[in-house]
């Protein structure tokens, strides 16, 4: 039997207020979405300004994030690249830049995923957000 680290509720608390210091710090309006390795929802908040469809961007980037164990830039960029069967993947809706996976002694503990600035700005705040943990 294998012991499994699980993100409890002070990580994703963490996570999330580092993310928010960092995004409100750089003046970035932005949806920000917590997930545990199954994808399921933790965390989910827009910041004032944040567009209405930001707020169901960034729970689909750290599902695809979360599920597949990777950013999610690299479906897109697979797709982009032509592999569009990508497309039909199952439960793989946030196929855009923005979702990072939290990763714990090789293991996925669950994902962030951003949204509401340029994809490369949400990235920076989802890996802000997850630095708070120091692993």
């Given amino acids: 039997m294998k012991i499994q680290h699980v993100l409890e509720l002070a990580d994703v608390k963490l996570i999330a207020a580092a993310a928010e210091n960092f995004a409100i710090k750089n003046s970035w309006s932005v949806s920000i979405a917590i997930v545990d ?47 569009v069967a990508y497309l039909s993947v199952p439960y793989v809706q946030g196929m855009l830049e923005g979702g990072v996976p939290i990763f714990k002694e090789g293991k996925c503990l669950g994902a962030v995923g951003v949204s509401g600035v340029k994809s490369a700005q949400d990235v920076e705040i989802a890996k802000a957000g997850i630095s708070a943990l120091n692993i």
């Avoid at 707020?55 to 689909?60: E, G, L, T, V």
Wanted: without cysteine; aromatic residues 4%; charged residues 20%.
């Fill in 37 to 83: 390795s199954g994808g399921h929802l933790l965390w989910l908040e827009r910041l004032d300004g944040a567009t209405a469809l930001s707020s169901h961007i960034a729970p689909a980037k750290a599902l695809t994030a979360a599920m597949g164990q990777r950013e999610s830039r690299l479906y897109e960029e697979s797709i982009n690249a032509g592999r």
